[in-house]
């Protein structure tokens, strides 16, 4: 490799290993000197060239192919859900079967009794925690709830997958649990089996409140219709 | 290991190691952050659904990039441009106006590659941020390698023109 060849070569890729190119650049000064600047002025492209992207950029797109999923898989139910209808009807008219759904507010006071020791915690988890919880689920929060929360779990209750959480208060616990996918038409407060709650269509779900006491329902309810809306 | 988690894992992988190279090549591609965040989600989101063609995990990166610039090309056939080309876009040019946050090396060379002509700009970044090789992107652009290797000195030359540093011997050592 002569100089001129040397140097067409240092033009198109300054960094090239070949043999010619290593060879020439030990023997010849001046295209030594020639190779060490074009490194720099790699080395100075290199750093222009190195854009720093969001350090959310990988959650976000892991969170995008979740729900895309989640998405596809609700289509692939809803055709399976329509076969399985059918067969349900043949067989409720076969058995004079009555199908009598159960409603989001019984279910889940019925989860709560099952997991009686959330609601013995109290130390606090991080907000990243329960960023990711709703992530899990396929729902990037806009904003974290300023109170404090003591348990998150992503709890199926009956068929519907959710985010179950407490938050304490001053009258006592507050059992938090977003139904992903299911929407109540409106808000309602209930009473059942000696709990008060309250049930909200929030995002594309629902968000359920549970306490004895419903004192603390209207900040809680405003901190997360914030979080899950912005 | 059930297939589908294993396929999920493959992914996830590649997400946290090659969604900031991604960004870095869609962002100088683009010109534009936000944009340059949906083309590496939506790439992502195509390499998903054909994640079974990829047959060497050494050839991700060559791979996702090259589904990233059909994504790029299909946003502008969808939208015919919202948003304006890099070779429009107005930049100051730093080199008179530094200001304390855009100061140093790094703001002077980022005008100089935005003001590039993108047909030495995408060899370029083909070459540095891609790893590709002559002939992959003779390849990947459909050119010949000698073009590419013309494009990449050039890309070079230009730019050290642009930055001042006028470079007398890439004149004398103009590739025929």
Redesign the interface.
Known sequence: MNC?EF??QL????LSSGADFVGHRQECARCAE?AAR?VE??A???????????TQ??E???L??AT?QQRGRRIWIRRGGLLALAAMLVLAVGVGMRVEASPLSAQAVEHLRGEPEALTLSQPVPAESVREAFAKRGIALRHDVSGEVVFVGCCPMGRHPTVHMVMPGNTGPVTVIYVVDDRAKQSEDFQRDGWRGRSVPLGNGTLILLARDSGQFDRIEAEWRTALQG | MSAVNSKQRQ??AL??SL??DL??YA??LCGD?AL??DL??ET??RA?RALGDLRETNAAKAWLITILRREHARLYERKAPQFSDVSEIDIPDERDTVQPESAG???V??AA?HRLDPKYREPL?M???GGFS?EEIARELNISAAAV?TQ??RA??K??VMLG?GNK??N??E?S
């Not at chain 1, 100075?44 to 969001?54: E, F, G």
């Open positions: 001129l140097r067409r033009g198109v890729d300054p020639a074009a002025f790699e100075a492209l290199r750093r222009a060239l190195n854009v720093a992207p969001s950029l990988a976000s797109i892991l995008a192919q895309q | 992914f996830d997400v946290r969604s900031g960004f870095r962002y100088w952050e340059a965040h590496v989600q992502f989101l998903w090396e790094d703001a060379i980022r590659i970044l070459q540095v941020l002559c290797m990449l000195f070079r030359q730019l050290k540093d011997e890439a004398v050592y590739l």
